[in-house]
C-alpha cells in the first residue's frame, strides 16, 4: 500500500472521496472501510500500522458518474491499487484484491552480467509455454518462474549462447470477457492491470521470491532478464470494458478520451483504450514502475510495447516519457527496446528514439523475409540491414546495437510456419480468420502446410537455415524466438495471443530436423561469439560488397532487379573497435556469400595466389557443414540455390 517512491494512497485528481476497504483472508467479506482524510496534492492516503503481510484491499472512488464529462466513479466497485506488489483473487470477474506483502529477499552476491549491447543474443520467450512441456524440468515446476530457473532451461539458454531472455508480459493482466466465454485466456498477457505486481499463473509458490529467486539464478548463470512491458494501454477495454482499477481512480486523468465524445477512449493501440503517459500522476506511476522492477526485482531492461503511444503530447511539447527517461539515474542505464509504433495514421517512428534506445528493426525483418522469398529488387535493401540499418539509426548518434534485427516474433509465424503456409489460419482465434498480419511474406513451396514431400521439407530446412544464419550474422543485436531453434509450429496461426494450449507451448519432443537445426543455431551463436567482426559497436566504412564475379559492385548491379547473389567482405584488420584497454581489436576477414537464386552460382574467391579460404558455414548442406573446406583464393566457390556460405581467410 506504500509505493517505492513514497507515494502512499492513492492518486485521483477527480474524486470526492476515497475509502479503503479491508477483506478477509479469502477476499470475499469486507470487514473493515476505512476513509482516507489525509490527502497530500491529489494522492488520497492514511497510515496503517496494523497492516501485516497478507492482508487484502482494495480501494472505494466517491466522484461523478458522467461519462459525457469522462468520469466514470462508482463507489459500488471495489477497485485494485494501482501500486499492488500483489493481486489475489480473480481479477478478470472483478473479485480481484491486493494485498500487502513482506518484500524481504536476500539477494547475496547477486550481480547484473551487464553484457555490452553488442554482445547481447535476446531470446523472446513465454515463461509458462517455455517450460510447460520440458521433461527434464520438476513437473510441478512446468510453466513457472521457478521451471524457467531450472538447471534443464538454463542448460538450453547457455548452449544456445543466450545472454538475454525477453519475457512476454509478466506484469498481473485480465482475461478479456470474450476469449473467456470461446474457452480461451489471453496467453500473451497484453492486458495489463498491476504494473508492479507478477502475474501469479506463472507462479509455483504464490510469492514475490518465486520472481527474485528467477532473477538471481538466470543472473549466475550470465543470463539478463528483459521485460516486455505494456505501458500504453490496460486491460480495462473500451467503453464497454470493466472497471477494474484506472478507470474507477480517475478515468479523466489515467486515460486519453475523445476530444470530441468524452464517452469514448482515443484508442492509438487498437484494444481499446491508450493511458495518458503525459498526466504527472501517470508518468509518476510508470517511472515508479520501472523504478521498482529495475531497483528491486532486479530485472536488466524493458521491451517497450507500442512506445509511440508513451511519447504522444498534447500539441507539440516534447515527450515527457522520454524526458524523464533519459534524465533518471537508474532507468537510463539499464537496456531499453523501443516498439516504435502504434496504430495510429502518424505512428510509425522507427529511428526517431534518442540514445540510448535500441528499437526493434521490422524493417530488417520485412526485407529479409523478401529477400529469401525471392522479391525482386532486395539486394540493396538486404546490404543495409546486414550492415546494420544505418540509414535508419545512425542519424540520431547512434550504432548498430540501437536495431533489434529479428526474422520472426512472438506476433506472427514461426519460423517454421513462415516457410510452410502462404496464408494465416486463425480460425481457432473465433475471429473469422480476420486477426493476424495478413501480408506475412511467407512462402510455401508448394504445399500449403505439412507435407510428405522429401524435395519440399528439404528446401523447408534449408530456408530455416537461410533466415538464422542471415539473422545471426547481421551487424546489430539479433532476436531468436524461443522454439524457432527447433522448428517449432502454430499451425499456421500467426495470431496465438489467446492459445494457452499445445499450439502455443514449446514441443521437446524432437525429430532428427528439430535436432540438428537446434545444433545449427549452437554452432552459429559460437561464431558469432568468436569474431567481433559481426558484433560491431560503431557503423563501418569499409565493408565491401563483391558480385559473384569477385569484383566491388556496380551502381548497376544494386539496381537489377533480379540480381540475388552478393558478398559481404568484413576485413578484421580495420574494425572501428577498442578492447577494454584502448587497444584496437582485430579478427580474421570474414567473408558471407549470399544467394537466393534458385540455381547455383559460381562465386569468385578473392585474394592473393598463396592465401585461402576456409569455409565454416553452408547452408546448402543439411547440418550446415560445407563437405570442402578449404578453398584457395581466385578459385570459385561452389555457392548453391537459396544459401548462405561463411568463409574465413586467417590473418598472420
Same mark, same amino acid.
Given at each position: 500500500?506504500?509505493?517505492?517512491?513514497?507515494?502512499?494512497?492513492?492518486?485521483?485528481?477527480?474524486?470526492e472521496?476515497?475509502?479503503?476497504?479491508?477483506?478477509?483472508?479469502?477476499?470475499?467479506r469486507?470487514?473493515?472501510?476505512?476513509?482516507?482524510?489525509?490527502?497530500?496534492?491529489?494522492?488520497?492516503?492514511?497510515?496503517?500500522?496494523?497492516?501485516?503481510?497478507?492482508?487484502?484491499?482494495?480501494? !472505494?472512488?466517491?466522484?461523478?458518474?458522467?461519462?459525457?464529462?469522462g468520469?466514470?466513479?462508482?463507489?459500488?466497485?471495489?477497485?485494485?491499487?494501482?501500486?499492488?506488489?500483489?493481486?489475489?483473487?480473480?481479477?478478470?470477474?472483478?473479485?480481484?484484491?491486493?494485498?500487502?506483502?513482506?518484500?524481504?529477499?536476500?539477494?547475496?552476491? =547477486?550481480?547484473?552480467?551487464?553484457?555490452?549491447?553488442?554482445?547481447?543474443?535476446?531470446?523472446?520467450?513465454?515463461?509458462?509455454?517455455?517450460t510447460?512441456?520440458?521433461?527434464?524440468?520438476?513437473?510441478?515446476?512446468?510453466?513457472?518462474?521457478?521451471?524457467l530457473?531450472?538447471?534443464?532451461?538454463?542448460?538450453?539458454?547457455?548452449?544456445?549462447?543466450?545472454t538475454?531472455?525477453?519475457?512476454?508480459?509478466?506484469?498481473?493482466?485480465?482475461?478479456?470477457?470474450?476469449?473467456?466465454?470461446?474457452?480461451?485466456?489471453?496467453?500473451?498477457?497484453?492486458?495489463?492491470i498491476?504494473?508492479?505486481?507478477?502475474?501469479?499463473?506463472?507462479?509455483?509458490?504464490?510469492?514475490?521470491?518465486?520472481?527474485k529467486?528467477?532473477?538471481?539464478?538466470?543472473?549466475?548463470?550470465?543470463?539478463?532478464?528483459?521485460l516486455?512491458?505494456?505501458?500504453?494501454?490496460?486491460?480495462?477495454?473500451?467503453?464497454h470494458?470493466?472497471?477494474?482499477?484506472?478507470?474507477?481512480?480517475?478515468?479523466?486523468?489515467?486515460?486519453?478520451? =475523445?476530444?470530441?465524445?468524452?464517452?469514448?477512449?482515443?484508442?492509438?493501440?487498437?484494444?481499446?483504450?491508450?493511458?495518458?503517459a503525459?498526466?504527472?500522476?501517470?508518468?509518476?506511476?510508470?517511472?515508479?514502475?520501472?523504478?521498482?522492477?529495475?531497483?528491486?526485482?532486479?530485472?536488466?531492461?524493458?521491451?517497450?510495447?507500442?512506445?509511440?503511444?508513451?511519447?504522444?503530447?498534447?500539441?507539440?511539447?516534447?515527450?515527457?516519457?522520454?524526458?524523464?527517461?533519459?534524465?533518471?539515474?537508474?532507468?537510463?542505464?539499464?537496456?531499453?527496446?523501443?516498439?516504435?509504433?502504434?496504430?495510429?495514421?502518424?505512428?510509425?517512428?522507427?529511428?526517431?528514439?534518442?540514445?540510448?534506445?535500441?528499437?526493434?528493426?521490422?524493417?530488417?525483418?520485412?526485407t529479409?523475409?523478401?529477400?529469401?522469398?525471392?522479391?525482386?529488387?532486395?539486394?540493396?535493401?538486404?546490404?543495409?540491414?546486414?550492415?546494420?540499418?544505418?540509414?535508419?539509426?545512425?542519424?540520431?548518434?547512434?550504432?548498430?546495437?540501437?536495431?533489434?534485427?529479428?526474422?520472426?516474433?512472438?506476433?506472427?509465424?514461426?519460423?517454421?510456419?513462415?516457410?510452410?503456409?502462404?496464408?494465416?489460419?486463425?480460425?481457432?482465434?473465433?475471429?473469422?480468420?480476420?486477426?493476424?498480419?495478413?501480408?506475412?511474406?511467407?512462402?510455401?513451396?508448394?504445399?500449403?502446410?505439412?507435407?510428405?514431400?522429401?524435395?519440399?521439407?528439404?528446401?523447408?530446412?534449408?530456408?530455416?537455415?537461410?533466415?538464422?544464419?542471415?539473422?545471426?550474422?547481421?551487424?546489430?543485436?539479433?532476436?531468436?524466438?524461443?522454439?524457432?531453434?527447433?522448428?517449432?509450429?502454430?499451425?499456421?496461426?500467426?495470431?496465438?495471443?489467446?492459445?494457452?494450449?499445445?499450439?502455443?507451448?514449446?514441443?521437446?519432443?524432437?525429430?532428427?530436423?528439430?535436432?540438428?537445426?537446434?545444433?545449427?543455431?549452437?554452432?552459429?551463436?559460437?561464431?558469432?561469439?568468436?569474431?567481433?567482426?559481426?558484433?560491431?559497436?560503431?557503423?563501418?566504412?569499409?565493408?565491401?560488397?563483391?558480385?559473384?564475379?569477385?569484383?566491388?559492385?556496380?551502381?548497376?548491379?544494386?539496381?537489377?532487379?533480379?540480381?540475388?547473389?552478393?558478398?559481404?567482405?568484413?576485413?578484421?584488420?580495420?574494425?572501428?573497435? !577498442? =578492447?577494454?584497454?584502448? !587497444?584496437?581489436?582485430e579478427?580474421?576477414?570474414?567473408l558471407?556469400?549470399?544467394n537466393?537464386?534458385?540455381?547455383?552460382?559460381?562465386?569468385?574467391?578473392?585474394?592473393?595466389?598463396?592465401?585461402?579460404?576456409?569455409?565454416l558455414?553452408?547452408?546448402?548442406?543439411?547440418?550446415?557443414?560445407?563437405?570442402? !573446406?578449404?578453398?584457395?583464393?581466385?578459385?570459385?566457390y561452389?555457392?548453391?540455390?537459396?544459401?548462405?556460405?561463411?568463409?574465413?581467410?586467417?590473418?598472420?
Amino acid at each position: 500500500m506504500r509505493a517505492r517512491s513514497g507515494r502512499p494512497g492513492t492518486a485521483s485528481e477527480h474524486a470526492e472521496r476515497v475509502e479503503l476497504c479491508l477483506f478477509d483472508p479469502k477476499g470475499r467479506r469486507e470487514i473493515e472501510r476505512i476513509e482516507l482524510t489525509e490527502r497530500s496534492g491529489f494522492v488520497w492516503h492514511c497510515y496503517l500500522p496494523e497492516a501485516r503481510p497478507g492482508l487484502l484491499y482494495g480501494y !472505494r472512488v466517491h466522484g461523478p458518474q458522467a461519462p459525457e464529462r469522462g468520469h466514470r466513479f462508482n463507489p459500488n466497485r471495489v477497485l485494485l491499487d494501482p501500486y499492488a506488489r500483489l493481486l489475489a483473487g480473480q481479477v478478470s470477474a472483478g473479485m480481484g484484491r491486493s494485498r500487502v506483502v513482506d518484500p524481504a529477499f536476500s539477494w547475496g552476491g =547477486d550481480r547484473p552480467p551487464r553484457t555490452p549491447w553488442q554482445d547481447t543474443l535476446i531470446y523472446e520467450l513465454h515463461v509458462k509455454g517455455f517450460t510447460q512441456r520440458h521433461p527434464g524440468v520438476p513437473e510441478q515446476l512446468r510453466g513457472t518462474y521457478a521451471g524457467l530457473a531450472s538447471a534443464a532451461a538454463i542448460e538450453h539458454l547457455k548452449r544456445l549462447g543466450v545472454t538475454a531472455v525477453e519475457l512476454l508480459p509478466v506484469h498481473a493482466f485480465v482475461d478479456e470477457r470474450r476469449l473467456l466465454q470461446h474457452g480461451l485466456r489471453n496467453y500473451w498477457g497484453y492486458s495489463s492491470i498491476g504494473y508492479f505486481a507478477p502475474e501469479m499463473r506463472y507462479s509455483s509458490t504464490g510469492t514475490l521470491g518465486e520472481f527474485k529467486t528467477m532473477v538471481k539464478t538466470l543472473h549466475s548463470a550470465g543470463i539478463e532478464v528483459i521485460l516486455d512491458v505494456v505501458y500504453n494501454h490496460t486491460g480495462e477495454g473500451d467503453h464497454h470494458g470493466p472497471t477494474l482499477s484506472f478507470r474507477g481512480i480517475d478515468n479523466l486523468a489515467y486515460y486519453r478520451l =475523445d476530444p470530441h465524445n468524452l464517452r469514448h477512449y482515443a484508442d492509438t493501440t487498437g484494444t481499446g483504450n491508450s493511458l495518458n503517459a503525459s498526466h504527472p500522476a501517470v508518468l509518476a506511476l510508470i517511472m515508479d514502475s520501472l523504478r521498482y522492477w529495475a531497483e528491486e526485482m532486479h530485472v536488466d531492461g524493458f521491451r517497450f510495447d507500442l512506445a509511440t503511444t508513451l511519447t504522444r503530447e498534447n500539441g507539440s511539447s516534447p515527450s515527457a516519457f522520454l524526458a524523464a527517461m533519459a534524465q533518471d539515474p537508474v532507468l537510463s542505464q539499464v537496456k531499453l527496446i523501443a516498439e516504435s509504433w502504434d496504430l495510429a495514421p502518424d505512428g510509425y517512428r522507427i529511428g526517431r528514439f534518442p540514445p540510448p534506445w535500441s528499437e526493434w528493426n521490422d524493417t530488417y525483418r520485412d526485407t529479409v523475409r523478401a529477400y529469401w522469398k525471392g522479391d525482386e529488387g532486395m539486394l540493396g535493401e538486404l546490404a543495409h540491414r546486414l550492415a546494420g540499418s544505418s540509414a535508419i539509426f545512425e542519424a540520431t548518434g547512434r550504432g548498430p546495437s540501437a536495431s533489434i534485427n529479428f526474422v520472426t516474433a512472438h506476433d506472427g509465424f514461426t519460423l517454421h510456419d513462415l516457410v510452410s503456409y502462404n496464408e494465416k489460419h486463425n480460425e481457432a482465434n473465433h475471429e473469422g480468420n480476420r486477426d493476424g498480419a495478413h501480408d506475412n511474406r511467407s512462402w510455401n513451396f508448394g504445399v500449403e502446410g505439412p507435407t510428405e514431400d522429401l524435395q519440399i521439407k528439404n528446401l523447408r530446412e534449408r530456408q530455416k537455415r537461410n533466415f538464422l544464419a542471415t539473422l545471426l550474422f547481421s551487424h546489430g543485436v539479433p532476436m531468436l524466438v524461443a522454439g524457432d531453434e527447433m522448428g517449432r509450429t502454430q499451425r499456421g496461426n500467426n495470431n496465438a495471443y489467446c492459445h494457452d494450449s499445445e499450439l502455443s507451448w514449446l514441443d521437446w519432443e524432437l525429430d532428427a530436423d528439430a535436432r540438428t537445426l537446434r545444433e545449427f543455431v549452437h554452432r552459429l551463436a559460437r561464431l558469432r561469439a568468436a569474431h567481433p567482426a559481426f558484433r560491431r559497436r560503431r557503423y563501418s566504412r569499409n565493408i565491401s560488397w563483391m558480385s559473384p564475379a569477385g569484383a566491388a559492385m556496380s551502381e548497376e548491379q544494386w539496381k537489377q532487379p533480379f540480381a540475388r547473389a552478393v558478398g559481404m567482405f568484413l576485413s578484421g584488420r580495420e574494425l572501428p573497435e !577498442r =578492447d577494454e584497454r584502448g !587497444r584496437p581489436v582485430e579478427d580474421d576477414d570474414l567473408l558471407l556469400l549470399f544467394n537466393a537464386h534458385h540455381d547455383a552460382v559460381e562465386f569468385a574467391l578473392p585474394g592473393g595466389q598463396e592465401e585461402r579460404w576456409d569455409a565454416l558455414v553452408d547452408t546448402g548442406f543439411a547440418d550446415g557443414m560445407p563437405q570442402v !573446406r578449404a578453398h584457395p583464393a581466385g578459385a570459385a566457390y561452389p555457392l548453391q540455390g537459396r544459401s548462405v556460405v561463411l568463409l574465413l581467410k586467417p590473418n598472420a
